[in-house]
């Protein structure tokens, strides 16, 4: 009974803190931005059969630092380091990190619920690839084949984001390529061998 009453308090902690971050904003589609990390954590739970309560906590929050006004420090007063940490570990700091350096540092970490919090942010936000300007669009597919989709094969539970990916990428007729990503010597090895001509390939 304790245990059920630190989860849901715990968690509604982080859903209140995520839904008044992100009163105010829309996603690309114009639907309210709280669809957007209650989704993530929705598929988090499907994947891993648990409501482990940091997981959860961490995926509701996953872009509150890196898209609202709340700091790292600000989520230390509300929540242990576990949750913050993976926090941190999530958001891109755009102005010190690359897109690639962010991939880097998300591989890097070697944490289990920093690649599935990732992967359930990735497979969301390529539902709705609709709504992204052209050359967003092909950035993005390039780096969900480069990169996550082989980071699926890495993680525990991954099978149920990759067969996502696949079938929203398949539903646009986007034709699949895999690389290869992986750890050696704490060194990050990305495998940079993409289809030559993807680009013109991406949308038929």
Known sequence: MYEDIYVADKVGKAFAIAYNAHFHQTRKDRTPYITHPLAVASYVIQATGMAEPTLVSAALLHDVVEDTDITLEDLSKEFDDGVVKIVEKL???????????????????????????????????????????????????????????????????????????????????????????SLSNDEVIIDERLVANLAKRIYI
Do not use: Q
């Not at 919090?117 to 092909?138: C, F, Y």
């Not at 597919?141 to 480069?146: G, L």
């Open 91 to 181: 958001t891109r700091f755009k102005d010190k990190e690359s897109r690639e350096d962010y991939m880097n540092k998300i591989l890097k970490s070697n944490d289990y619920f920093v690649w599935i919090i990732k992967l359930a942010d990735v497979t969301h936000n390529l539902e709705t690839i609709d709504v992204l300007p052209e050359e967003n669009r092909k950035r993005f597919i390039e780096e969900v084949m480069k990169f996550y989709l082989p980071l699926t094969k890495l993680t525990p539970n991954g099978e149920f984001f990759k067969r996502k990916m696949v079938e929203t990428l398949k539903s646009h007729g986007i034709p699949i390529t895999y690389h290869t990503v």
